[in-house]
């Protein structure tokens, strides 16, 4: 007997067909039972035609004679007729039914006029007869049939499923439970017998996967014949065997807490996902760049001004996750900077301005007069949480009113700064108090009708609770059902810290060609709105062909290369130009790219670039590599053995904080693994010398510290070749330019 088991292949299947079975038998049934439905409305017009072609002739002769007893009989013909319920004739000289006076209905009413030509004189007209037709009596025999269909259409299907669901377990579900069962012999250690399958041999996925099965138990019994070989063989060495497998173990699991801890997938998702976000925000900033210019008045400027912000400010997030990706951390961390509470709100209102009159809503806000004209604090954590609760305030209430109130809470006098309370109310939807405890949850809505109506991930307000802590404050939430809502979060912002200082507008320079090889049409749309403001000749290119092609042809002062090119990248292609004897040999180029991890850069550079300009694409750097000026230049050591270009490009495309924050991974990675790196060599542990090398080496390369990297690649290789006498060589010179590495690092960090 076949049993199904909850939850088996077998069950799901039969499942499926049976749901399959049920939608196509009512479907079916629906297709007959409108097409008998129409066939029953035809045959009730046909018998209505019939009464008007050779019925209504006699009514009206006989009616023209007066001939009651005629006209009673005839009219008791029509009742005659099928599903006809009444016929009720009236006349000035006659008012007869025949049939059921009173029909229970519903009904379907046809009125004829009965108009007499007599042999002399006008047409006349001498009543009306209404035929009234009984549908119900249609729909029970719809019902009758459509009944019908269905039950056999559903024992049918049922069979069907049964017969399919047999044909799926002698075929398929059998062989999987064998399967299953020699799996958990083979866990439990019984190796020997073979997999036995009860059927005919053949070429199908059954026997496919049953041939893997076996070819994996002899497979295992080959490695255990294999290890118990080794076992024989390394026994006399067992002391020191035990110390590296000690060793291995402290290795391995130091780096499983790294890898813990760096989420290297994770990272690396985050970084590409930066990389395609950057290229539509590129076109985003570099449109409200070129837009700058244009004769807007007032109040599109303002706008155009708060949606270049608003951009700058995704621009921001987009560089934290490059930062956590790099950092090797988990938690976001606010960048204080000095700023003013009224002019961030007016930004964010006028931003949302145009969303809230698409919706006749009103925006209001009021702000304490105690409130200092200037805070320090994470303006942009602020800024996000301000747009996330403004917008769902908006987005929930319609013909109404938003308000936004910034009030000063009174603080005791050992605390610095000031405490403010935000408030943002709306006279919206409102959440039900039971919903009010899980709102900053994530993927949570007020309800489910909420979610249908108004659509949304649920994420804005856990987002909000996250930011709002990260800057030490607390958030919370009042609201009824019907009456609106009120979100409120307190903080404490620190005075500032001083005026900021106004940065001076950059003299446009001489006219230059330049070439600009960019895939996206967007992207070369921007660039070249930029460059041709200031004056420059520009060519544009798609790829990396039509770039040689116009670099043979005449020599430019600059090239912009595109990093990411369909077919040859813009590394190759830069050293293309370098290698050949084209015009453009010695031209300055630069990368465009929003890939600017460490290990990368140093690739840019090596390939033959001057410099990086980072996406999205920045005037004011555009305007420094114009003048011949580096965007990240700045003042370097006379120490070789840091590669301080390369550290200053960091600085400039990722910021002095999320370098500081590689620095220190770069030292804790040195200190953590230096004390391994001896013992191995001590140890005279190949392998894992030629493992701790390698990795330290990347870390320390992608950093700009390459006499380190280079001592240690060489180590490595001596370690890959089994050279003891060279890697003991070699210690002394590691041990130094370690000990060089963290006196560097700790003043970096010092700074």
């Not at 008007?52 to 009206?60: D, F, I, K, Q, V």
């Not at 190796?191 to 295992?220: C, F, Y």
Request: net charge negative; hydrophobic share 45%.
């Amino acid at each position: 007997m076949i049993r199904a088991r909850p939850g088996g292949l077998l069950r799901r299947l039969l499942l499926f067909i049976l749901l399959f079975s049920l939608c196509f038998t009512v479907l079916a049934s629906s297709v007959q039972l409108y097409i008998e439905y129409r066939r029953e409305m035809r045959d009730i017009d046909s018998r209505m035609e019939l009464i008007r072609a050779g019925y209504l002739a006699s009514l009206e002769r006989s009616l023209w004679d007066l001939n009651q007893e005629q006209l009673n009989v005839q009219l008791r013909g029509l009742v005659d007729f099928s599903d006809v319920a009444r016929v009720h004739l009236s006349s000035p000289d006659f008012d007869l039914v025949q049939g059921n006076p009173q029909p229970v209905g519903p009904l379907r009413i046809e009125r004829f006029a009965l108009d007499y030509q007599p042999p002399s004189g006008p047409l006349r007209n001498l009543g009306e007869l209404e035929v009234s037709t009984d549908l119900g009596a249609v729909y029970q025999r719809l019902y009758a049939t459509g009944l019908t269909n269905l039950l056999w259409m559903a024992v049918f299907l049922c069979g069907l499923a049964v017969a399919l669901s047999g044909l799926f377990y002698r075929l398929v579900t059998r062989h999987l439970k064998v399967m299953a069962g020699f799996a958990r012999r083979i866990a439990a250690g019984d190796w020997q017998e073979p997999l036995h399958l009860d059927k005919r041999r053949g070429n199908d996925e059954i026997d496919t996967v049953a041939h893997a099965l076996d070819d994996m138990r002899r497979s295992i019994l080959r490695d255990i014949e294999r290890r118990e070989t080794d076992r024989l063989a390394l026994q006399d060495n067992r002391d020191e065997l035990l110390k590296r497998v000690e060793r291995r173990t402290a290795s391995l699991m130091r780096a499983k807490d790294e890898a813990e801890a760096a989420n290297l997938a994770k990272s690396r998702f985050l970084a590409t996902m930066s990389h395609e976000l950057r290229t539509p925000l590129n076109g985003i900033l570099g449109m409200a760049e070129l837009l700058r210019s244009a004769r807007l008045d007032e109040q599109d400027g303002k706008r155009l001004d708060a949606l270049h912000k608003a951009g700058e400010g995704l621009l921001t997030i987009l560089n934290e996750v490059l930062y956590f990706a790099k950092l090797e951390e988990g938690v976001s961390h606010p960048e204080p900077v000095d700023f003013s509470l009224r002019q961030l709100l007016d930004e964010v209102l006028t931003l949302l301005e145009p969303r809230a009159l698409s919706s006749d809503t009103l925006l209001l806000h009021r702000i304490d007069q105690r409130v200092a004209e200037h805070h320090h604090g994470a303006e942009q954590f602020l800024r996000q949480v301000l747009s996330n609760l403004l917008a769902n305030a908006i987005k929930f209430t319609e013909d109404g009113e938003v308000s936004v109130e910034v009030a000063l809470i009174t603080q005791t006098p050992e605390q610095t700064g000031q405490r403010l309370r935000i408030s943002v109310t709306d006279n919206g939807i409102g959440i039900a108090p039971a919903m009010q405890a899980k709102i900053f949850e994530r993927f949570t809505q007020a309800s489910e009708e909420v979610a249908q109506r108004f659509g949304g991930t649920g994420l804005g307000l856990a987002i909000c609770k996250h930011l709002v802590e990260q800057m030490g404050g607390i958030i919370g939430v009042d609201s009824e059902v019907g009456r609106g809502s009120c979100f409120w979060f307190e903080l404490t912002l620190q005075p500032a810290s001083g005026v900021a200082p106004v940065v001076p507008v950059r003299a446009v320079g001489p006219a230059l060609k330049i070439l600009v090889v960019e895939d996206v049409a967007l992207n070369r749309e921007v660039v070249e709105g930029l460059l041709q403001r200031d004056g420059h000749q520009v060519w544009l290119a798609e790829d990396a062909e039509q770039a040689l092609i116009e670099c043979a042809a005449r020599t430019f002062d600059l090239l912009l290369l595109d990093v990411h090119l369909p077919g040859i990248s813009g590394v190759e292609l830069c050293k293309r130009i370098r290698h050949s004897e084209g015009p453009n040999r010695h031209t300055r180029i630069f990368a465009l790219t929003a890939s600017v991890q460490p290990a990368l850069v140093r690739g840019y550079l090596e390939a033959g670039m001057d410099g990086i300009l980072a996406k999205p694409l920045k005037l004011e750097n555009l305007r420094q590599v114009l003048e011949g000026q580096a965007p990240v230049a700045s003042s370097v050591s006379d120490d070789e053995t840091i590669d301080w270009p390369l550290l200053q490009t960091h600085r400039a495309l990722l910021g002095e904080q999320k370098v500081q924050g590689l620095l220190a991974v770069l030292r804790n990675a040195i200190v953590q693994h230096r004390e391994a790196l001896v013992d191995a060599i001590a140890a005279d542990d190949c392998t894992e010398v030629g493992h701790q090398a390698h990795r330290l080496a990347g870390s320390s390369d992608s950093l700009g510290f390459r006499a380190l990297a280079s001592v240690l690649r060489t180590l490595e290789e001596a370690a890959l070749t089994n050279d003891q006498s060279a890697i003991e060589a070699l210690s002394p010179h590691v041990q130094g330019q370690m000990q060089h590495a963290l006196k560097t690092l700790d003043d970096l960090l010092q700074r």
